[in-house]
């Protein structure tokens, strides 16, 4: 390999670099104007032999396609040979130095190295031992390249005082050029034969069939729940929608709850939860799983409406949840490339196997992604969340919000229709779930006794609602209305208000108004 002086300052007058030069052919100055120039971060001769290779040989191009692009070119002249190479093969034709003649006989940076008498040159230079070893090598420099620009940028913007761009936003703009470069130097995909693909079916298969729950993914703690979906999978997206009030927040926590609570019993179970709350504290979040546990309402945990007993069991809660590999990030105002890295940060450090957040309607992208509509903005958010759960490998649970137009219906049952803000939320997501409380709507609609109705009337009306309202109590209804991968329907959850409590119904159906102390003791049972 030849060797090169590397510059990074574009003032530079002159950088050297050793290697095959064009020769007495071309007969002109113009042999050297390209090794003149400053060179950052380049190699010529190795673009040269790359490009000389794929010319004499169009196959060299078929193998390399998938892992170089015309930005890893450092010279205008390489790149527009490399994309007319391009465009010839999307139209199946043979590219070479003489087919190539016809189409770059006006191109103004071709010209300069020489024209056609170039293009001859490069076809027969030197060719390399192994070509997707220079295409590495070429790539490795333009990361290089792009790192310098990203670093310049950044260095220069943050020399800058500007007051519509807070230091944390400059932060959060680098990180995601940061990863988008990072991801542009993703090598290239293997293609999988079928049987190799089938023995990997096979194997989970295999492990979910050899494990004690019937579950492949992260467990849910329900029972019913976990059978309809087979626990959360990885790589999957999976969207948690429901009007104000209905508990998915509540929900959202009480499935990382679980998962970690598996995991902590188990170290072998996946359950290591990250969950972003963009909207309440980590603080909060605990009083709720400190309340749901202890059976104290948050309420009275927040007023210190408590007796000795009742602290004793938040007091037990909270020394049982300090184990659990539940990690909590209550940043607000959130950007979703924050939000991202964040989550690889976690994934490394903690080994993270589900990501919640609540909820997708508060995150915002950075600014220089921003788009002209909430719209196109949501739609973005969805797509990155799904890009990252497959980045990560692990399943997204996404919190969403729903429009007001369920409340028209009646009984305002949720439908896919009613995501909010964008129909990508439901095309990006591998599954969509909506939680709805009838009772909620149902005991907001208590009859009351009318000017001409008498006493005896009003009484046979009102036990009529309350027989109604009776099989609705503690119930709430998890309606899975999309599952790429599996059946649709509904499960029937237990659900105590004053707790935010959810468990599986017919385990948990207790009064409201007391505390079974079997309700949060720990059993396998629960998941």
């Known amino acids: 390999m030849a060797e090169a002086i590397i510059s990074t300052d574009s003032n530079e007058e002159t950088a050297s670099a050793q290697g095959t030069s064009m020769g007495s052919s071309m007969g002109t100055d113009q042999s050297t104007s390209l090794l003149a120039t400053p060179a950052p971060l380049q190699l010529e001769e190795v673009e040269q032999a790359l490009l000389g290779a794929i010319l004499r040989n169009n196959r060299v191009y078929d193998e390399l396609a998938d892992q170089l692009d015309e930005d890893d070119f450092h010279h205008p002249a390489h790149r527009v040979i490399f994309r007319t190479v391009a465009e010839q093969s999307l139209r199946g034709q043979q590219a070479n130095a003489l087919t190539l003649r016809h189409y770059l006989s006006d191109d103004e940076d071709l010209r300069v190295q020489g024209g056609s008498d170039y293009l001859s040159f490069l076809e027969n230079s030197l060719l390399p031992s192994v070509p997707r070893d220079y295409a590495r090598i070429l ?12 670093s310049h940028s950044t260095a220069a913007r943050a020399q800058r005082v500007e007051l ?8 959060e703009e680098t990180e995601e050029k940061l990863f988008h470069l990072s991801m542009s130097g993703e090598q290239e995909q293997v293609l999988q034969e079928l049987g190799a693909a089938s023995e990997n079916a096979r194997q989970i298969a295999e492990r979910a069939m050899s494990r004690k729950r019937d579950i ?8 019913e729940v976990n059978q309809m979906l087979g626990g959360l999978h990885e790589s999957d997206l999976l969207v948690l929608a429901g009007r104000p009030s209905m508990g998915k927040t509540a929900l959202g926590l009480t499935i990382a709850y679980n998962a970690a609570r598996l995991c902590a019993q188990d170290s072998n179970e996946p359950g ?9 504290s980590a603080e909060q979040l605990a009083t709720r799983l400190i309340a749901s546990r202890s059976g104290v309402s948050n309420d009275r945990i927040r007023r210190g409406d408590i007796n000795s007993g009742e602290f004793s069991r938040i007091s037990e809660a909270s020394r049982y949840m300090a184990d659990l ?4 990030d209550d940043s607000a105002a959130l950007s979703v490339s924050a939000l991202r890295q964040r989550a690889r940060r976690a994934k490394r450090q903690k080994g993270i196997d589900l990501i919640v957040v609540d909820y997708l309607q508060l995150l915002h992208l950075a600014s220089g992604e921003r788009r002209e509509n909430r719209v196109q903005e949501v739609s973005s958010i969805t797509r990155s969340l799904k890009a990252l759960a497959k980045d990560l490998n692990v399943p997204v649970l996404a919190i969403s919000q729903l429009s007001r137009a369920v409340e028209s219906r009646d009984p305002p049952r949720p439908q896919l229709s009613d995501l909010r803000d964008s129909g990508a939320i439901e095309q990006d997501a591998d599954v969509v779930m909506f939680v709805y409380r009838e009772e909620y709507y149902k005991s907001r609609k208590a009859p009351e ?12 009306r009102l036990q ?3 027989k109604e309202l009776e099989p609705l109590r503690n119930k709430a209804e998890l309606i899975i209305s999309k599952q790429r991968h599996g059946p649709i329907g509904t499960v029937n959850l237990f659900f105590e208000p004053n707790l935010a409590r959810f468990g599986n119904l017919e385990k948990h159906r207790v009064e409201a108004e007391g505390f079974d102390a079997d309700f949060s003791a720990d059993s396998s049972e629960d998941f």
């Open 216 to 223: 492949v993914g992260v467990t849910t703690g329900f029972t």
């Open 449 to 460: 006794k009318r000017e001409d109705e008498g006493e005896e009337q009003f009484r046979a």
């Open 139 to 150: 790539r490795d420099l333009r990361l290089r390249r792009g790192l310098l620009d990203i």
């Open 164 to 171: 519509q761009v807070a230091a944390e936003e400059l932060i």
């Open 325 to 328: 590999p539940l990690y909590i």
């Open 272 to 280: 290591r939860t990250l969950f972003f709350s963009l909207e309440m």
């Open 464 to 466: 009529r609602y309350l």
